[in-house]
Structure formats: structure tokens, C-alpha cells
């Protein structure tokens, strides 16, 4: 993806534009933010195996244009990412009755397998203190929304020749150094690598990051319809607690 | 109203009242007058000493430290007129003298710096 | 890609710290988290002094966040008073955020500081103290709007500081309308988003006044305190204290025992006042009548 839209409309109005491209753009993005966090819980809260799971979710997004499920939204009552969630909830819930009228013919056992699967991912994370499929959802849709800017950060400055800036950036916020997690690369380090000096690699990462701001919070406007939902969605995306 | 004056007021009105607790002793009763007015010329004197140290001196521990030690030693001269009753004289006359030197510096009014 | 929880986080703090590069200040550690901003430790490069950074947080982007924050600053900057923390700089950073420098306070809040406050008359004191830079402001036609315990900064040496002016209004200015402020110290008026005076303010410590009285240990009530704080959170502000120096005057009259204003006493309390009042001169006139008396019974 080459052209990057100017304007901060939100998606949900974009998709229903009339301009075939915009309106893809914009399925595009939603489906980038949202199917990590459709497919986890699709998983947790349904208990599907992988498959079926990803099958789900494929069919999630398109009911979702074919349906128009997005005309419903309303900005005032709720925000998207609550309204998604809870039309997955709905489609979870039809796909256990077709499930469990096929149990009773089949008694198929391939559960416990998924089940196993399952369960690892959850002691995995469970360390993040998150319990609930919806802390789950919330936390899959955080890391989808920055994984979606790096890559958009990361697209830009291949295109304007500045790959050097995110490979400092990458480097230094991204990557995990072996060992300890804590543990990053010096800036002497990163200028040796690059092939900079000190002062540059301060200057590029402090670019970096400057860029990604923008770049994180436009994403988010458009994931957002209002200004409210906006800062409330903010303050999800960054783990700001909200004010006294 | 000023140290001075405060001191001379309260001075004398707590001789009068100590002067007429001689009432209570039968053998001094007929002598009661002569009592009254040594006690508040006495009580007028130290109050008006009292009021100028606590005019001069603005420090009420001091000014109190003072009232005492005068309330005790008029008290002195007045047991020694007497040759008896020392202690039921001097104490009740501290305690006056004290009281004096508590008025004064607490509720007289300072003295307004002259003008240069 | 897929971004592992470790990066994740780093990435979140990098986009939520201010980029300070290009500026002279150099950033030492987050301080606190406001409604509005974000308050860091910064260090002077130039003067070499540690001073707090205020920002607006990155979940409020926008043009009024940045506007009101600068606006605060202003305020700020315009009243000069001891208990008003003094406003070094303002502007923008690098990446966009309206931002103003001041001193750093160290100092503890009030209501943490009073559990270590239990008389009142101290109590008292300080609430006296509070008063000041708010009588400050609103001579000078500037109306605070949110009073409460957690605006208010103790120092190490006793010095109170008034902080949080995100909501100060001129008096003069017509844009009211909006009705933010803390329910429970919020004056009516101001609830409903209508124009304010200092009776506001007046109200603001009112509240503040009878909140700074219960932190345990609370000390006894007088009933001439009630009256006062009755008196200056009264929901018609034509019947409250018509400025912040009458409220202050009726509480520096109840704590040096003389009849308050806002409160009318009987006999009986008046001269259990004037007793408390002048206690020492009674105490010796009690000794007195005691030694007296003590001689007279035992001569009989």
C-alpha cells in the first residue's frame, strides 16, 4: 500500500464512500486493527480451534460490509471497538448452537487439543494480568493499532529515503536484545551500526518517534468517529487512567 | 489603655479586695478600715511600679517575674508591721502581684514609638 | 508484524514522554498525571535547576487542550505570590504539545498533611495560609474555580501553595458555559455553568474549610466553625461571605476567641468564650481565691 490519505476521516464513514478505493483503504485498515482482536477472542470466548477460528473471523469482516453492520453504529451510545466486539459476541454465539446441534449427531473429541492451545496462551500472558476474553480483545486491539503504525511509519520513510531513521527507531524501540529485556543498545552502539554519529542517531530517533506520534494518533482518529470517543480511546491506547 | 494607668486600676482594685478579706480574721475585723485603705494604697503603689516595668520592659515573663517579687516584699512589710502571719500575708500578696504584672502586660496597651 | 508485550510497552512510553530535544530542558522522570496534563521533572540545562514541566497528555491532543494549558500559564505568570508557584516558560515542544515550565514544588498535599495536623487551632492556621494567594488572585480579578484538598501543596517548611489554575477564569470574561469544576466544592453558580465571582472562590474554601476539619484525627468542632463554613458554602452566594479577606477575618476572630460573625451565641456560650479566652488571668484569680479561702478554714 503506496497512498496514504491526507485527511483524518473516520472509517466508518469511509466505508460506505462511493470512491472504491477510499472505501477498500478503509476495510483495509479496519480489518488490520480489528482481526487479531476478533480471532483471539473468537478462540477464548468461543472456544474454536484454530481453524474454525480463522474461518470466523474471515466471515466476521465480510458480514460486517455485507450487512452493513457499521450503519447501526451509533458514536453517542458506545465506541467501535465495544460495538465490534460485541457483534463478534453475537456471531460466537449462532456458530456454538450450529456447533452443538452437530455434537449431539458426531460427539466429535478434537476440544482438548484446542483446548491445550488455548490454555497456553493464557498462562502465557497471564503475567499481564489480563483474565477476561474482552481484556484480551482490548489488549490484541492495542497491539494492532501500533503494530499498524509501525508498518505505516516504517512504509513512509522507505518512501521518502529516510530507511536509515527507522532502523535507528527499530533498533532502539522495537527490537528485543538478546538476553534481558531491558537491555537496549547504546546510541554508540546504534551510530556504529548505522554508521552516524551520536548527535545523528539522537536526532533521527527523536524524528522517529515524533512521526510515529502523529502517525499513531491519526490512525486513531480514524478508528474514532467523535472527539470524546477519541480521547477515551486514547486513553486505552496509551493506559493513561482517566482523570479523578 | 495604657500600662501604667491598667496597672494603677488593677493594682488598687485587687488591695481593696485583698484588704477586705481580712474580714474573715476576728481579731483584725474591728481594724477592718485601716486595713482596706493600707492594702489598696499598697495594691496603687506596686501597681503603678509594675505597669512602668512592664511599659519599659516589653517582655510579659519578666513584667510577671516582677509583679511577684514586689507583691511579695510589700507583702513583707506589711506581715513585719503585723509580726505575725507571715505566710498567710505574703502568699495571697505574690499571687496579687503576679495577677498585676499578668494584667498589665497582657491587656495594657503598648507604648507608640516616638516619632524621630 | 507482530509486536511482542516488552516492545509494545516502549513503544507506548515513548510516544506519551515529550520530546524534549532541541529545548534546554532535559528530562529527569515523570511527576504526575493530571485531568489535563502530564507533569514531568525537568532539568535547566541553562540554569542548571530542576523545575516541572507541565504537557498536555497525548490522549488530549487537540487545539483546546493546548489553548487552555497556555492559558493556565498566563494566568500564572501574571499573579506573582508566595503561595502561587512562579511560571518560568512557556510554548510548544518539538512534536506539537503546548507545554509551561515552573517551579518544582516537593511537598506533600493537603489532606495528607493534616493527618499530621490534629489540633485545630493549627488547623486553623493553615487554612489562613490557603486563603492568601486566593484573596491574591481575586484582587486581581482572577477566580480560581476548583478549591480543593488536592490543589493544595504543604512544603517542607511549612509554605502553602495554591496549585492547579487549569480552571481560572478573569472575572470579566463573558465565555463561561461550561460547568467543570469538583462536585462537593463546586459552587452552584459555576455547576450551572453560569458566570462566577470570587464568591466562588469563597465557596471553593468554604468546602475546603470543612473538609480540612474531618481528616482523622479530626479535632472537636466549635459551633461558631460550623456557622462559618454554613455561612460560606451557602447555595445563594448573596448570602455567603462577600469575599474571601471577610471569610478569612471571621476565622482568625474564632481563633483568637472573639465572637465570629457568622454566628450569633448565647449567654452561656459567651461566657464559656470569655472564660476560654482569658484563662490564665482567671486560672490566677482562682489561685488566689484558693489560697485565701485555704487560710480562712484553716484558721477555724
Given at each position: 500500500m503506496t497512498h496514504f490519505p491526507d485527511t483524518r476521516r473516520s472509517l466508518v464513514t469511509a466505508v460506505k464512500s462511493g470512491d472504491g478505493d477510499e472505501r477498500a483503504r478503509a476495510l483495509e485498515t479496519l480489518a488490520e486493527a480489528y482481526w487479531r482482536p476478533v480471532y483471539t477472542y473468537v478462540r477464548l470466548k468461543g472456544g474454536l480451534q484454530h481453524d474454525e477460528a480463522a474461518d470466523l473471523t474471515q466471515e466476521f469482516f465480510a458480514r460486517l460490509v455485507e450487512k452493513d453492520w457499521l450503519a447501526r453504529f451509533d458514536a453517542s451510545r458506545t465506541r467501535l471497538r465495544t460495538y465490534l466486539r460485541v457483534l463478534v459476541d453475537g456471531l460466537v454465539a449462532n456458530e456454538s448452537k450450529a456447533r452443538n446441534r452437530l455434537k449431539r449427531g458426531g460427539g466429535i473429541k478434537v476440544l482438548s487439543l484446542d483446548l491445550e492451545a488455548v490454555r497456553r496462551e493464557v498462562e502465557e500472558r497471564r503475567s499481564s494480568g489480563e483474565r477476561s476474553p474482552e481484556d484480551f480483545f482490548e489488549r490484541e486491539w492495542v497491539r494492532s493499532v501500533f503494530s499498524l503504525a509501525v508498518t505505516r511509519l516504517r512504509d513512509r520513510t522507505t518512501a521518502s529515503g529516510q530507511e536509515k531513521r527507522f532502523g535507528v527507531f527499530s533498533a532502539f524501540d522495537l527490537e528485543e536484545a538478546v538476553g534481558s529485556a531491558d537491555a537496549r543498545p547504546s546510541y554508540q552502539d546504534l551510530a556504529l551500526r548505522f554508521g552516524m554519529t551520536v548527535v545523528d542517531v539522537t536526532n533521527q530517533l527523536a524524528a522517529a518517534r515524533r512521526d510515529f506520534r502523529r502517525i499513531i494518533l491519526d490512525l486513531l482518529r480514524e478508528l474514532t468517529v467523535s472527539d470524546a470517543e477519541f480521547r477515551a480511546e486514547a486513553r486505552a491506547l496509551f493506559g493513561v487512567e482517566p482523570p479523578a | 489603655m495604657n500600662k501604667v494607668l491598667l496597672g494603677l486600676l488593677v493594682g488598687a482594685g485587687l488591695g481593696a479586695l485583698d484588704g477586705l478579706t481580712a474580714w474573715f480574721t476576728p481579731e483584725v475585723r474591728s481594724q477592718i478600715a485601716g486595713i482596706v485603705m493600707g492594702s489598696t494604697f499598697k495594691g496603687l503603689v506596686a501597681g503603678v511600679l509594675i505597669g512602668l516595668f512592664a511599659r519599659k520592659v516589653e517582655s510579659v515573663p519578666a513584667t510577671l517575674a516582677f509583679g511577684t517579687a514586689l507583691g511579695l516584699l510589700f507583702a513583707y512589710f506589711v506581715a513585719r508591721m503585723q509580726g505575725k502571719y507571715y505566710f498567710e500575708i505574703m502568699l495571697p500578696g505574690a499571687i496579687v502581684g503576679l495577677l498585676t504584672g499578668y494584667a498589665t502586660a497582657r491587656y495594657g496597651r503598648r507604648a507608640r514609638p516616638t516619632e524621630a | 508484524m507482530r509486536l511482542k508485550d516488552a516492545a509494545l510497552d516502549r513503544l507506548r512510553d515513548a510516544v506519551r514522554t515529550p520530546d524534549l530535544s532541541g529545548t534546554r530542558y532535559r528530562l529527569v522522570g515523570p511527576v504526575a498525571a493530571g485531568g489535563m496534563g502530564a507533569v514531568y521533572e525537568v532539568e535547566d540545562e541553562v540554569l542548571k535547576r530542576r523545575l516541572a514541566l507541565k504537557v498536555v497528555d497525548v490522549p488530549l491532543d487537540g487545539e483546546t487542550p493546548a489553548q487552555a494549558l497556555l492559558g493556565e500559564a498566563e494566568v500564572l505568570a501574571r499573579l506573582e505570590h508566595p503561595g502561587l508557584v512562579p511560571v518560568h516558560d512557556a510554548g510548544r515542544l518539538p512534536d506539537g504539545r503546548a507545554f509551561y515550565a515552573m517551579k518544582l514544588v516537593r511537598g506533600e498535599r493537603l489532606d495528607v498533611h493534616l493527618a499530621r495536623v490534629p489540633l485545630l487551632p493549627e488547623r486553623l492556621r493553615l487554612f489562613l495560609r490557603v486563603c492568601e494567594p486566593v484573596a491574591f488572585a481575586n484582587s486581581n480579578?482572577?477566580?480560581?474555580r476548583d478549591l480543593k484538598p488536592s490543589n493544595v501543596m504543604v512544603g517542607p517548611f511549612g509554605e502553602v501553595l495554591v496549585l492547579d489554575w487549569g480552571l481560572a477564569r478573569s472575572v470579566?470574561?463573558?465565555?463561561?458555559?461550561d460547568a467543570s469544576g469538583t462536585p462537593g466544592f463546586m459552587a452552584p453558580e459555576q455547576a450551572a455553568g453560569g458566570p462566577v465571582d470570587e464568591r466562588a472562590d469563597v465557596f471553593g474554601l468554604g468546602a475546603l474549610l470543612g473538609a480540612m476539619v474531618r481528616v482523622p484525627p479530626a479535632p472537636f468542632q466549635p459551633k461558631a466553625l460550623e456557622a462559618i463554613v454554613v455561612r460560606a458554602t451557602a447555595?445563594?452566594?448573596?448570602?455567603?461571605?462577600?469575599d474571601v479577606p471577610a471569610l478569612a477575618a471571621d476565622v482568625t476572630r474564632l481563633l483568637d476567641g472573639e465572637r465570629v460573625e457568622a454566628h450569633a451565641e448565647g449567654p452561656l456560650e459567651r461566657a464559656g468564650r470569655l472564660l476560654r479566652r482569658h484563662r490564665v488571668a482567671v486560672g490566677l484569680v482562682a489561685a488566689y481565691l484558693l489560697t485565701r479561702g485555704l487560710f480562712i478554714l484553716f484558721r477555724r
Open positions: - | - | 480579578g482572577v477566580v480560581h470579566e470574561a463573558r465565555e463561561f458555559g447555595p445563594d452566594r448573596s448570602d455567603r461571605y462577600p
